[in-house]
């Protein structure tokens, strides 16, 4: 399935790994973050008894 | 204004205003280069413009937090902000202290460090025209760059990264000049385009800077 | 119904709760979709080898690096003229994520002219102008993070936005000035459709679909993030008075 690289096999593969890698670790750090917010949120609102508004 | 001026003239000149000190850094950079690079003459007189602008640059930076921090502590710029001058005229005033007390000793001092370096005879008249026309425009970016961070403790490392990226096309046309015009060739468009660059930003960049500052003492 | 409601923060979240996983989905269909066929499906190009399938990811998150800048100018200028607070938490949100994608574009290209220019580095005018704006993201992210007071952090950052813009728009012409490049105009450049045949097209406008629709997905969530934070802060503030 692997298609074939050639001679630029390194090239090719570096340069989608480090994509991915950027990209996941975007991806991650985005979610990661958002979950604590919404976690920490959640419970201050619990705490308050603020109703939304 | 004019009282404003001669004021914050008379601070910077005073022990401690740091009138000097831009220039002393200005020469240990000079002297630096020459340890790093070698001191084959050849070497030094290629990258001299080089290494005279961005030594200028570097030094115009140095001072630049200086510019409200003062005035920020004891209050004078609350002062200044309900003064009856616009924001904008004393952005600009301040703007030209630092640049009469760092800039204009740079541009003097400059040919003097050329000498270190070995720059070619007719580039001397290059440096001190682009350094001349360039660097108002870079007191003028670093009042902007201090007035974002006025309000900050430790404002300084932060007023670097936001104002040298500004500094890039001011760097790029000014270098280039001294290039061009010690090799001979056409200067005419690097000297335009800085000075364009030059006068843009002095008229504009005051207004961003006045801005800032209102939002600062909010 | 006009778009001005979205900048109310409830009207933004609810919206923006049932948006989501559509973008998701379509983002993660597009992306895999243009990447698989660039990676797997496509034939050799003659004078650049395998090296071809970079551009897949190589030129979209070039595009986005710019386009991120340019939605966090707009951004800025609504929060500026509007103060609507939502605009000035996505221009928040919109930088790291423009950061990443010049990051990309920065190291694919670096790979790409490796074997291609015979360097990894060259100080040509489109790598050099993208550090450039690199830098200009790295100042923006930090100004928002060294203060404290959110309403003033967004106006600072919003005004070093748009004197950024000019700026990096400047910087762009000297930086062309200064040195030529190696970049070949035509055969990168997306709009001159006709110099890349359509074999690698096709795959190529998925892929910038997909890098388009990831961008909207994480300014989305990262937006979400920052107005849930905000009103968290002013829960905190309310805690400590009563």
Sequence with gaps: MMPELGKYAVSVMSAYGVTVVLLVGIVAQSLWRAARVRRALEAQEQRTGAHNG | MIALLLRDLR?????????????????????????????????????????????????????????????????????????????????????????????????????????????????????????????????????????????????????????LPLYVPTLIFGAELIARGSAGGATATPLLMLAGITAATVALVPFAAAAAIRVNLR | MSIWEYANPKKFMQTSAWALPWFTGLAAITLVTGLVWGFFFTPEAANFGTTVKIIYIHVPSAMMAINIWVMMLVTSLIWLIRRHHVSALAAKAAAPVGLVMTLIALFTGAIWGQPMWGTWWEWDPRLTSFLILGLFYLGYIALWQAIDNPDTAADLTGVLCLVGSVFALLSRYAVNFWNQGLHQGASLSVDKQENVSDVYWYPLLFCIAGFILLFIVLVLVRTRTEVRSRRLKALEARERLA
């Design chain 2, 11 to 163: 601070l910077a000149v005073r022990a401690g205003g740091g009138f000097g000190l831009s220039l002393a850094f200005f020469l240990i950079v000079t002297v630096l280069v020459p340890f790093g690079v070698g001191p084959e003459g050849g070497t030094l007189a290629r990258i001299a413009p080089g290494i005279l602008w961005v030594g200028a640059l570097l030094a115009c930076l140095l001072s630049l937090d200086r510019i409200y921090a003062l005035d920020f502590e004891d209050g004078s710029l609350d002062l200044l902000a309900t003064a009856p001058i616009p924001m904008e005229a004393v952005v600009s005033v301040k703007a030209l202290a630092h640049w009469l007390t760092t800039g204009l000793p740079l541009v003097l001092a400059a040919p003097v460090f050329g000498v270190l370096l070995h720059l070619p005879g007719p580039a001397y008249f290059w440096l001190v025209i682009s350094l001349a026309v360039g660097t108002p425009a870079l007191s003028v970016l670093g009042a902007f760059g201090a007035a974002l961070t006025v309000g900050l403790k430790r404002g300084g490392l932060l007023l670097s990264l936001l104002v």
